[in-house]
């Protein structure tokens, strides 16, 4: 089992739409939850981070965390064409980042 | 205020050689770590420093090697180049706290030929 998984996409949604990401993982002693952004040929930048169980929101993206489920989700509110990247999901524990391997996602205009 | 500095952008290196890349951490972040990203694996934890002290090690071969400065800045190694070490290797810096935010370079791209 991968400790990180996440839907395999490709993701494409209309401009304007709600993009919704879905991330799982294994490892209940996992800490902290994060949201990558890569854009072909670019580093990862982070976008969102979440800790504690619940919402989380910081302009048109939230992140949703459910340490019961071991599940972290991330929506995207009135997708734009800027927004077609890939999403990595990452989790934390012991200084260490285990990364899913992404999903793509594309804003039609 | 300057982001996560990696050099070199871009290296092509001879199976069996041996390389050194760096990495200058955000201004205050002590904590540096190192990952590999290919096509096929994805992004994966090669090690993280803090004070100097290596704190977590990925799964790969001791060829990889690593070290942290006082300054915080950090240098990977790799020796005895194999073609699968051709990758995009990224380094991210965060606050020591625990697991914090890590904010990544934007990545050394070796060519092993």
């Known amino acids: 089992q991968k400790e990180v998984e996440q839907n395999s996409g490709p993701l494409s949604v209309p401009e304007g739409a709600i993009a919704s990401l879905n991330c799982t993982y294994s490892?209940?002693?996992?800490?902290?939850f994060f949201w990558y952004r890569q854009y072909s040929g670019k580093s990862p930048e982070l976008i969102m981070f979440?800790?504690?169980?619940g919402d989380k929101e910081d302009g048109r993206f939230t992140a949703q965390l459910n340490k019961a489920s071991q599940y972290v989700s991330l929506l995207i509110r009135d997708s734009q064409p800027s927004d077609s990247a890939t999403y990595l999901c990452a989790v934390g524990r012991d200084y260490k980042l285990s990364f899913g391997a992404g999903t793509t996602v594309t804003v039609r205009a | 205020k300057a982001g996560v500095t990696q050099t070199p952008r871009y290296l092509i290196k001879t199976r069996g050689q041996q390389v050194t890349l760096s990495c200058s951490p955000i201004s205050g972040h002590r904590s540096v770590s190192w990952y590999q990203q290919t096509p096929g694996q994805g992004l994966q934890f090669l090690f993280e420093y803090f004070s100097e002290t290596q704190r977590n090690k990925g799964n790969f071969p001791g060829r990889f090697s690593g070290r942290q400065f006082s300054n915080s800045r950090s240098e990977m190694n790799v020796s005895t180049l194999e073609l699968g070490d051709s990758a995009l290797y990224l380094c991210?810096?965060?606050?020591?706290?625990?697991?914090?935010?890590?904010?990544f370079g934007q990545g050394t791209r070796l060519t092993v030929v």
């Open positions: 490892d209940r002693g996992s800490q902290s």
């Open positions: 979440i800790y504690s169980n």
């Open positions: 991210a810096s965060s606050y020591p706290g625990g697991n914090t935010e890590a904010f």
